[in-house]
């Protein structure tokens, strides 16, 4: 007894130092700071040596503004029920229950007993934390596990002569006492087999618990009744026949099969029909190209013939008569399926090549959905509607748009009560091997970030597969967080059906040339356990490819359906029927209703304690209401903001920093100074109102776009607004808008009227915060697809944002935002301007005819006008406080609102005024960025139509440069003041 008594002693002591016991050693810790004798005498001595600074660390670090919960150092009721799940009792309580339960147990034999207890503890959360190093996970057999020291039971002083002897585990998986050999079988059945769990991480008692519970015990193990097990192998069947048919019909051709990976069908088939069952209504998948036709055919329900039409060239979809479209494997579909009496609606997301970027959409669309649910965008139901996202292993690993995508999954605003990730795990990327595409254990290690439970599963056992995808889906649906189902698998063609992978994988394509299929391997399993005999099984695959033969034979006659993108929520909206001409929308409210409003947003409690300067501004947003004029940027979009929201448009605003507003313009919560809560005026207009949602997002610019874009996707009726800091950031989400904003319309046949602001002006701020890139935009647009917008009057603002809801047809909107501009004097606008008859101008006039009495001039009459300066945006108000010096009352300011559409018949309109003028593009940016490059055919287009003299306009701004502005002030003033003598030189 001595010898092992000794054992377990070390085995303590080194057991202290192993980052894998952490949870628990914290447990214990928090038991001694309240009660030193509490804990066995082992556990005391450690503690004792830890000192008292490192026993009150966790208590001291919780700062008082950030609201942490308090530490204590009583356990919980939460943290004994998990000391109890994950570890047993201390040593000196388990030798008193051992005792209790064996009375006539020696003083030394119960310590002894208690000490084999404690160690077998630890060996069971031993196998929690790292049994999955030893599961059979890899169905090509190329990965042999390596036995792992902390799962080998002679690290914790067993021998062979201890497998058959009970050893109390107080109702640890399930049993009071069990034999070492008892123990092990479980833990190995559990966590070791095709099925391995990374779940350790997850914090919370409860999450860890039910996962525990939900997996573990002596009766536990993957089982399916005969239908169940049927259903399985009836879609393995329809994955592998699909491939096949194209396979052998067109044989090279780019299909980015399931071949390997067909496990995957009925793993989505079980999160439906559960998922269902739990309550979903509506499920929202986002996928890469890999088994996408197959997914849309056999869980989606797109016709086969309708897919065989595309393989022949057609367009499935009815888009031959509007857009470019796009490959088959980029399209999206949806559809009901029914399970047990439950209907969830289906939708997959189209998506470009850009592996990831399609998560966050598809996140964002989750979002609007869920709002919508609820009835008032205020709240939202996520136990109705979820996001489930199918990922590559490499691109899993290597995009940051899915750490991006993590990190808003329990954001306020942003959450959307846990996707369930599915990795489909080829182990490989393209040509790229695991140990060159990633430095962590697993593909899935980012999603440790929030903690998510994943769930390692062998491809190649289909009921391990659905088994996993059950019980992720009842955790999403329980606990409302992210989960990650990684089914590892392999390609059975390569990476697109028309590359050799054995140039650069020869080893994997052996094995994978030697290996029966999925479907074969289940099917003989099947017939071995007498669920079906072979000629059944054959006859399922004989049967579903006549199917199939028949679907290819039909699609050669396969009638184009009607587009279906305008209709569910999109119902009523149509494409524009002008395409050229203002299509503005009623965009004009009535005075009473804007001062009204502008009245209740800057009305406050008695009870909020606001800040001195918060107050001195809205008491001068009161002034401006009062009067009617003066209305400057913030209380112009306020003003938007609060009519659309009081007619029944929701208001989506995110951004970093856009609550306060990167230039503190918009002030659209009152923080109390005192508790740090939020007060939104905008939110306590009427009682009917819709809501106002405004969000500081986390610092990324990719995902929070994407999410915001997939929102506007679901939500036509919402005006959903994306902030960039300052516009150079949205570089980083710029596979966002090349994929997604400027073109998803003519591909996907997919509306949105996301509104894009970027801070854009050149104020001697350096290269990252003068320019949003205008030029980039510009050389997107064509065919109608977006409207780019330099606004320079707070009242065209608040028009631009109105139309974007106020008309029967929705577009992107990108606008250069001001800075300098948002409290400039002269940027100023009137209740008028808002008024009835007010609208939207693509082009405004200069202010020194159009509101003289800003002006110490007097511009000659139209046929007197020597120069016209076209410009945009804040070099306006520099032109003009410039002629204001020089008197120059021969040269005419006019203003380009909006670069496109381009407004032609309004440059027509105003040129003809001036037709013997010369013309001038001034503009602040460099020549070849900025406007220039975009618009000067264009206005040569007009010129020419309506017989001007001069037909080319003359270029004044900044020469040709590779940084977009100078951070040298003085450098800067001489580059401005040289636009402005070269815009009025004789």
């Given at each position: ?13 080194t057991l ?13 810790q ?16 450690y ?16 700062g ?6 308090a530490y ?29 339960a ?6 030394a ?24 190093l ?6 090509l ?8 020291p ?10 062979a ?21 008892t ?7 559990t ?33 399916f009744s ?14 592998e026949?699909f491939e096949?048919?194209?396979h052998k ?6 299909r ?21 069952q ?6 929202n ?23 065989f ?51 966050p ?45 993590f ?21 490989i990327g393209?040509?790229?091997t695991?140990?060159?595409y ?19 599963v062998n491809?190649?056992?289909?009921e ?17 967080k ?28 052996q ?10 391997i ?26 199939l033969?028949?679907d ?8 184009t ?15 524009p ?10 965009t ?20 909020l ?21 003066d ?8 003003l938007a ?5 009081t ?8 951004g ?31 009682p009917?109102?819709?809501?106002y ?12 776009l994407?999410?915001?874009y ?6 036509p009726?919402?005006l959903t ?6 516009g150079?950031?949205?570089n ?5 808008v ?17 509104v ?5 002006g050149?104020?001697?701020?350096g ?45 992107p ?7 300098s ?18 609208e939207?101008h693509?082009?405004?006039?200069d ?15 139209d ?13 306006y108000?520099?032109?003009f ?5 020089n ?41 070849n960025?900025?406007?220039w490059s ?28 590779a940084?977009t502005?100078?951070?040298?002030s003085?450098?800067?003033k ?13």
């Open positions: 007894m001595t010898e092992r008594s000794d054992q377990n002693q070390n085995l303590l002591d202290f130092l192993d980052g894998g016991n952490a949870a628990y050693l914290e447990q214990m928090a038991q001694y700071a309240a009660d030193p004798s509490s804990v066995d005498p082992s556990f005391r001595a503690f004792a040596s830890l000192g008292e600074d490192q026993a009150n660390a966790r208590k001291n670090a919780d008082p503004s950030w609201k942490r919960p204590t150092s009583d356990p919980t009721p939460e943290l004994t029920s998990a000391l109890t799940g994950d570890w047993g009792d201390t040593p000196s309580v388990v030798e008193t229950k051992v005792k209790a064996n009375p006539n147990l020696s003083n034999d119960a310590k002894q007993a208690a000490k084999d207890s404690l160690a077998a503890l630890m060996m069971i959360r031993a196998y929690r934390v790292r049994g999955h030893i599961a059979n996970l890899d169905p057999g190329l990965k042999v596990p390596d036995v792992h902390e799962l080998d039971p002679k690290t914790y002083g067993f021998e002569a201890d497998m058959d002897r009970e050893i109390f585990i107080d109702g640890v998986l399930g049993l009071e006492y069990a034999t070492l050999g123990i092990l079988e479980i833990l190995k059945r966590y070791c087999e095709t099925l391995g769990v990374q779940f350790m991480q997850v914090s919370d008692p409860e999450e860890k618990a039910w996962i525990q519970e939900r997996l573990e015990g002596p009766e536990k193990e993957i089982s005969k239908e169940g097990r049927l259903a399985i192998l009836q879609k393995l069947v329809e994955g026949t096949q048919l194209i019909r067109y044989p090279g051709t780019k980015f099969g399931i071949d390997g990976a067909e496990s995957l069908l009925p793993a989505l088939e079980q999160i439906i029909k559960r998922g269902g739990l309550g979903l209504k509506d499920i998948f986002g996928m890469p190209h890999r088994g996408r036709l197959n997914v849309m055919a056999s869980v989606m329900q797109k016709p086969y013939s309708a897919i039409y595309e393989f022949l060239g057609g367009v499935a979809s009815g888009g031959e008569d509007f857009g470019s479209g796009d490959v088959k494997y980029h399209l999206g579909v949806s559809d009901d399926r029914e399970f047990d009496g439950n209907k969830v609606h289906l939708s997959l997301a189209p998506n470009p090549s850009h592996l990831e970027v399609v998560a959409v598809v996140m964002g669309k989750t979002r609007a959905k869920q709002q919508m649910a609820s009835g008032t965008y205020q709240s939202h139901k996520p136990e109705e509607v979820m996001a489930v996202i199918l990922h590559g292993d490499s691109a899993f690993a290597g995009q940051g748009v899915v750490m991006e995508s990190q808003l999954s329990q954001l306020v605003g942003y959450r959307t009560g846990g996707t369930i990730h599915v990795i489909v795990n080829n182990q393209f040509t790229t695991p140990d060159e990633r430095s962590g254990q697993y593909c899935s290690d980012v999603a440790f970030m929030v903690e998510a439970p994943v769930f390692h491809g190649d056992d289909p391990a597969v659905v088994f996993a995808a059950r019980v992720a889906t009842e955790y999403r649906q329980k606990f409302g992210d989960v990650v189902l990684d089914i590892i698998c392999y390609r059975r063609y390569g990476h697109n059906e028309g590359d050799d992978p054995s140039f650069t994988q020869p080893l994997m394509y094995a994978i040339d030697n290996r029966p299929t999925t479907r074969k289940y099917a003989d399993r099947l017939i071995a356990q007498g669920d079906l005999t072979e000629a059944e099984a054959q006859k399922r695959m004989d049967d579903f490819y006549a199917k033969d028949k290819f034979e039909d699609a050669k006659s396969y009638t359906k009607q587009p279906d993108w305008l209709k569910g929520v999109w119902q009523g909206m149509a494409l029927t002008e395409k050229d001409g203002k299509r503005g929308g009623n004009a409210v009535e005075i009473a209703r804007l001062k009204d409003i502008g009245t209740s947003i800057t009305r406050t409690p008695n009870s304690n606001m800040h001195r300067t918060l107050k001195r501004i809205i008491k001068a947003r009161a002034d401006k209401i009062a009067r009617g004029a209305i400057d940027w913030g209380l112009a979009e306020h903001f609060g009519t659309l929201i007619e029944g448009h929701p208001v989506r605003l995110s970093q920093d856009s609550e306060r507003g990167t230039f503190s313009q918009r002030q659209s919560n009152f923080i109390d100074q005192k508790t740090e809560e939020k007060y939104t005026p905008l939110n306590k207009i009427s009917d109102q819709e809501y949602q405004v969000l500081n997002s986390h610092l990324s610019e990719e995902a929070v994407g999410f915001e997939g929102f506007s996707a679901a939500a009726e919402a607004i994306w902030e960039a800091q300052f150079d950031f949205a980083g989400a710029q596979v966002m090349d994929q997604f904003i400027s073109s998803a319309e003519q591909k996907w046949l997919r509306m949105s009227g996301l894009m602001l970027l801070p854009h050149y104020e001697g701020q290269p990252e915060h003068s320019s949003a890139r205008l030029e980039r935009y510009l050389q997107m647009c064509a065919e109608d697809n977006m409207q780019v917008t330099n606004i320079s009057t707070p009242a065209n603002y608040f028009h631009a944002l109105r139309r974007q809801v106020k008309r029967k047809f929705r577009k909107l990108i606008n250069m935002s001001p800075k501009l948002l409290r400039h004097k002269l940027c100023v606008s009137t209740f008028e301007e808002m008024g009835p008859g007010s939207f693509r082009l405004l006039w202010d020194a005819h159009y509101k003289p009495e800003v002006s110490q001039i007097k511009l000659a009459a046929s007197k006008i020597k120069r016209v300066i076209l410009c945009s945006g804040k070099v108000y520099d032109l406080e410039e002629r204001e010096k008197g120059r009352n021969d040269i005419y300011l006019l203003r380009v609102e909006q670069f496109y559409p381009y407004p032609d018949d309004a440059m027509q309109l105003e040129l003809k005024r001036f037709k013997n003028a010369d013309i001038v593009w001034c503009q602040e940016e460099p020549k960025m900025g406007a975009f618009i000067e055919p264009f206005i040569e287009q007009s010129l020419i139509a309506i017989g001007a003299k001069n037909t080319r306009a003359r270029y004044v701004g900044r020469a040709a440069a940084s502005a100078t951070g040298i003085t450098k800067h001489k580059e401005q003041q040289a636009i402005l003598d070269g815009a009025f030189a004789k």
